[in-house]
């Protein structure tokens, strides 16, 4: 089937915090990782390159440093595509965070219209494996010999069936770089609200509202199974520094949902979307299976 459509490269960004062996030893499969830069009190780096997920979790306990971050730029995008196309691929699929979340999504748009058509840009709506779930899709899709149409598809419908949820220790991080809204930010301060939030086209948005931290990760693993339904299941687990609540939760989910699990995966989030959401974090991503 290879041989019968033209070969398709799948392009991501280094937020989808993918597990590595999904990733690795299957042949056929092109998936290429573009990395997001953070600046740490004034020292730029890359993501997964020059940056941990380690060291912006300390910068961010010390609270004088300042840590931000920013998208590749449009000229990183094209020298990846461009390799891509060079080396044998007839047109490139590039799938990346929310657009409502970094301007990656748009440096990827800039860059894909220099390639008359060749390259095209899908925007998840999410970020982490909400991110890497419909990479992995059109990966696979592509390693299929599947044409361009068909390996955007399967990253669309991944998109569809992909449901992000995370709970945060407090609303500060995500206030500061934009990524919530001033009001809700003061809202969950004033009355000590622990929020579960969820990714969704309109970006970062509180999904529910409980009074402890135990209770939030309680109300995940519930809303988790809700939003698995009846389907089969992949589940990725995030964290920021905080091990042992991940797998905490990673095991009440696996007995939660028991053979419906089909894989379950856990990572500790990069230094970009470590930045915005502070130390405590814990994400649990569900992918239908279709």
Same mark, same amino acid.
């Given at each position: 089937?290879?041989? +019968?459509?033209?070969?398709?490269?799948?392009?991501?960004?280094? *937020?989808?915090?993918?597990?590595?062996?999904?990733?690795?030893?299957?042949?056929?499969?092109?998936? /290429?990782?573009?990395?997001?830069?953070?600046?740490?009190?004034?020292?730029?780096?890359?993501? *997964?390159?020059?940056?941990?997920?380690?060291?912006?979790? !300390?910068?961010?306990?010390?609270?004088?440093?300042?840590?931000?971050?920013?998208?590749?730029?449009? @000229?990183?995008?094209? +020298?990846?595509?461009?390799?891509?196309? &060079?080396?044998?691929?007839?047109?490139?699929? =590039?799938?990346? %965070?929310?657009?409502?979340?970094?301007?990656?999504?748009?440096?990827?748009?800039?860059?894909?219209?220099?390639?008359?058509?060749?390259?095209?840009?899908? &925007? /998840?709506? =999410?970020?982490?494996?909400?991110?890497?779930?419909?990479?992995?899709?059109?990966?696979?899709?592509?390693?299929?010999?599947?044409?361009?149409? @068909?390996?955007? +598809?399967?990253?669309?419908?991944?998109?569809?069936?992909?449901? *992000?949820?995370?709970?945060?220790?407090?609303?500060?991080?995500?206030?500061?770089?934009?990524?919530?809204?001033?009001?809700?930010?003061?809202?969950?301060?004033?009355?000590?609200?622990?929020?579960?939030?969820?990714? /969704? !086209?309109?970006?970062?948005?509180?999904?529910?509202?409980?009074?402890?931290?135990?209770?939030?990760?309680?109300?995940?693993?519930?809303?988790?199974?809700?939003?698995?339904? &009846?389907?089969?299941? &992949?589940?990725?687990?995030?964290? %920021?520094?905080?091990?042992?609540?991940?797998?905490? %939760?990673?095991?009440?989910?696996?007995?939660?949902?028991?053979?419906? %699990?089909?894989?379950?995966?856990?990572? @500790?989030?990069?230094?970009?979307?470590?930045?915005?959401?502070?130390?405590?974090?814990?994400?649990?991503?569900?992918?239908?299976?279709?």
């Amino acid at each position: 089937m290879t041989g +019968q459509h033209p070969a398709v490269s799948v392009v991501t960004d280094s *937020t989808a915090y993918l597990p590595p062996l999904p990733v690795s030893g299957e042949p056929g499969r092109r998936l /290429t990782v573009v990395p997001l830069a953070v600046v740490v009190n004034g020292v730029p780096g890359l993501e *997964t390159v020059d940056i941990d997920s380690a060291t912006v979790a !300390e910068a961010l306990n010390a609270r004088r440093v300042a840590v931000t971050t920013s998208r590749p730029s449009p @000229e990183a995008f094209s +020298q990846v595509y461009r390799e891509l196309l &060079d080396s044998g691929a007839d047109t490139v699929l =590039s799938v990346h %965070l929310s657009a409502r979340l970094s301007g990656t999504y748009d440096a990827a748009v800039l860059a894909a219209a220099e390639f008359d058509g060749k390259v095209e840009v899908i &925007d /998840t709506q =999410s970020t982490g494996m909400g991110l890497g779930f419909p990479a992995l899709a059109a990966a696979d899709a592509a390693a299929a010999g599947g044409t361009l149409a @068909e390996v955007r +598809q399967a990253a669309v419908d991944a998109v569809a069936r992909t449901t *992000t949820l995370f709970y945060v220790d407090t609303l500060e991080f995500l206030r500061r770089g934009g990524r919530i809204g001033a009001a809700a930010a003061l809202l969950g301060t004033a009355l000590a609200v622990k929020p579960i939030l969820h990714t /969704t !086209e309109e970006g970062v948005v509180v999904r529910e509202k409980v009074r402890t931290a135990s209770r939030a990760l309680a109300r995940l693993v519930d809303i988790a199974a809700e939003s698995a339904g &009846d389907a089969d299941v &992949d589940i990725a687990v995030h964290h %920021l520094a905080a091990p042992d609540r991940a797998d905490a %939760l990673l095991t009440t989910l696996k007995e939660r949902l028991g053979e419906r %699990l089909r894989g379950a995966y856990l990572t @500790e989030v990069g230094a970009v979307v470590g930045a915005h959401v502070g130390p405590g974090m814990v994400a649990v991503v569900v992918h239908r299976v279709a």
